[in-house]
């Protein structure tokens, strides 16, 4: 799969992704990619990860956290595990497993 970010700006098969904010981490996949974008001071998403298809579409994007008592929490981090498993990690603490299928979550850990 054909892709490169520039300047916060995902390219996917030649054509830009229409993601609102900035490019922060890829998880390049053999399906296509899981994306977590950076959200900028003053903004709110908290649904800042997304699959995008071998195409440059979004497929999905992730589930809202429903845990911890902030009104902002994005997730601040992806990751695959060993075994291939999607995870994400949100500002409220909780790591959760990413369904690639429909972007679900689960909670999988608590680290904090």
Do not use: C
Not at 23 to 48: C, F, M, T, Y
Not at 88 to 112: C, M, Q, T
């Amino acid at each position: 799969m054909r892709w490169h970010v520039d300047r916060g700006v995902l390219h996917v098969a030649g054509r830009t992704a229409g993601l609102r904010f900035p490019v922060a981490e890829v998880l390049d996949l053999d399906s296509g990619l899981v994306v977590r974008v950076d959200v900028p001071p003053g903004e709110h998403l908290n649904r800042n990860v997304y699959f995008v298809d071998p195409d440059g579409s979004i497929a999905w994007q992730i589930e809202e956290s429903p845990h911890g008592t902030q009104t902002d929490s994005p997730f601040m981090k992806i990751w695959r595990e060993p075994g291939g498993e999607i995870r994400a990690g949100n500002w409220n603490g909780v790591d959760y497993r990413v369904d690639l299928h429909s972007g679900a979550i689960e909670p999988a850990a608590f680290p904090k």
